[in-house]
């Protein structure tokens, strides 16, 4: 059975920063992203990494996060994270971790249940 548990999300003011965690379990994965959706939006692809082995070869991020959003991932843990610096109050959402066994760039196979991430001005 495939579970993707994620944490860290909560309450921060703007400029501060957050880092979420992705526990990926049931499966053995070769991508992995962070999605989010504000309410009345679409949910939009964040960041997401693929890879082989221990090597990471594709790196995704928005235009909207690049210099302060860090994606990156432990083996050993079955674990990636999102270092989220500089926050604004626009990065308010539901941030979704996803998986896919697929090497791509839009891992979507399966679903986190999402963690709040409110943004204060």
């Known amino acids: 059975q495939v579970q993707l548990v994620e944490s860290g999300g909560g309450l921060v003011q703007a400029g501060g920063s957050l880092r979420l965690s992705c526990v990926a379990s049931?499966?053995?994965?070769?991508?992995m992203g962070w999605f989010r959706q504000a309410p009345g939006k679409e949910r939009e692809r964040v960041a997401a990494?693929?890879?082989?082995?221990?090597?990471?070869?594709?790196?995704y991020y928005a235009d909207s996060v690049k210099g302060r959003f860090t994606m990156s991932r432990d083996n050993a843990k079955n674990t990636v994270y999102l270092q989220m610096n500089s926050l604004k109050p626009e990065d308010t959402a539901v941030y979704y971790c996803?998986?896919?066994?697929?090497?791509?760039?839009?891992?979507?196979?399966?679903w986190g249940q999402g963690t709040q991430v409110t943004v204060s001005s």
């Open positions: 990494i693929s890879w082989r082995a221990v090597t990471t070869y594709y790196a």
């Open positions: 049931g499966r053995t994965f070769s991508s």
């Open positions: 996803a998986a896919s066994e697929k090497s791509t760039s839009m891992p979507q196979d399966h």
